[in-house]
T-cell receptor, first 112, second 112 residues
Framework: DTAVSQTPKYLVTQMGNDKSIKCEQN?????MYWYKQDSKKFLKIMFS???????INETVPNRFSPKSPDKAHLNLHINSLELGDSAVYFC???????????FGPGTRLTVT | SQQGEEDPQALSIQEGENATMNCSYK?????LQWYRQNSGRGLVHLIL?????REKHSGRLRVTLDTSKKSSSLLITASRAADTASYFC????????????FGTGTLLAVQP
């Protein structure tokens, strides 16, 4: 009965590869987010979807492409992985109109 | 950078003592939120204070907000070893996106 789940929890891959991270929420929320947390624990918004519509697209390389097949799922695909992509990626969700966000457990991506 | 600043960066106290963390931000806000992150885990929402509120309580947590100084503080009273975590403030400027801008975080260590 996990509220926001992500898979995989750990991802180790080589430079140049393409990988995906999946996120699902069972809270009935309309809005979902992707965040990146770097090694210094700085947490930064990357994307946000509201009922499958992209509403936030921060300055993120276009190698990153989010996809929301329905309002309960938000996936993140990363092409041509680079060393600097190594970080922890968090998915989150909230009700429409903002307020508190519910975070997933994170996916630790290591690019070698 | 839009990122908020938190102070101190790290704080070590004994069980039973109070812990105070401060957050300063740069833009007008609709609300300010505090989150906790245990090591290797996702963020957990603690408390939300709206821009027209000055103080809010939740259990052992007390949050204040001074919009004229663009600052907030989180007080944890009678701390426990289980309170050991990183604490982040996050500001929501409102509008269509409800984007959260996170602070740099305070690492709290409560010694038993």
């Amino acid at each position: 009965d996990t509220a926001v789940s992500q898979t995989p929890k750990y991802l180790v891959t080589q430079m140049g590869n393409d990988k995906s991270i999946k996120c699902e929420q069972n809270l009935g929320h309309d809005t979902m987010y992707w965040y990146k947390q770097d090694s210094k624990k700085f947490l930064k918004i990357m994307f946000s979807y509201n009922n499958k519509e992209l509403i936030i697209n921060e300055t993120v390389p276009n190698r990153f492409s989010p996809k929301s097949p329905d309002k309960a799922h938000l996936n993140l695909h990363i092409n041509s992985l680079e060393l600097g992509d190594s970080a922890v990626y968090f998915c989150a969700s909230s009700r429409r109109g903002g307020g508190e966000q519910y975070f997933g457990p994170g996916t630790r991506l290591t690019v070698t | 950078s839009q990122q908020g600043e938190e102070d101190p960066q790290a704080l070590s106290i004994q069980e039973g003592e109070n812990a105070t963390m401060n957050c300063s931000y740069k833009t007008s806000i609709n609300n300010l939120q505090w989150y906790r992150q245990n090591s290797g885990r996702g963020l957990v929402h603690l408390i939300l204070i709206r821009s027209n509120e000055r103080e809010k309580h939740s259990g052992r947590l007390r949050v204040t907000l001074d919009t004229s100084k663009k600052s907030s503080s989180l007080l944890i009273t009678a701390s426990r070893a289980a309170d050991t975590a990183s604490y982040f403030c996050a500001t929501d400027a409102g509008g269509a996106t409800n984007k959260l801008i996170f602070g740099t975080g305070t690492l709290l260590a409560v010694q038993p």
